[in-house]
């Protein structure tokens, strides 16, 4: 079992940026794919970001394409986001999780992810 501990959220004005990090406390994580999940006020859980076990594909949700990069290092086992030219709908609590399989290519899928971590709240004020 894996956990997931995820850091970097805080407050920011519009057109700031942060890093978000996702520290897994076992190595096996690194076998994983890993995405990241944003829940607004009310709102359902959202995809934002996912990465390849490997760290070598991506794949972006259309609203934040050009703005977040997602990156990792399995030598520290953790799986970054960095986020630019936030906007206030970028407002919500981030949750980085893991693909319940091995060797995945990240998925926009919630239900393709087995653990999850408590996630960190971004705020962006106008």
């Known amino acids: 079992q894996v956990q997931l501990v995820e850091s970097g959220g805080g407050l920011v004005q519009a057109g700031g940026s942060l890093r978000l990090s996702c520290a897994a406390s076992?190595?096996?994580?690194?076998?994983?794919?890993v995405g990241w999940f944003r829940q607004a006020p009310g709102k359902e859980r959202t995809f934002v970001a996912a990465i390849k076990w490997s760290g070598g594909g991506t794949i972006y949700a259309d609203s934040v394409k050009g703005r977040f990069t997602i990156s990792r290092d399995n030598a520290k086992s953790t799986v970054y986001l960095q986020m630019a030219s936030l906007k206030p709908e970028d407002t919500a609590v981030y949750y980085c999780?893991?693909?319940?399989?091995?060797w995945g290519l990240g998925s926009s899928e919630k239900n393709d992810y087995g653990y999850w971590g408590q996630g960190t709240q971004v705020t962006v004020s106008s």
């Open positions: 999780a893991v693909e319940k399989i091995p």
């Open positions: 076992t190595r096996t994580f690194n076998n994983y794919a």
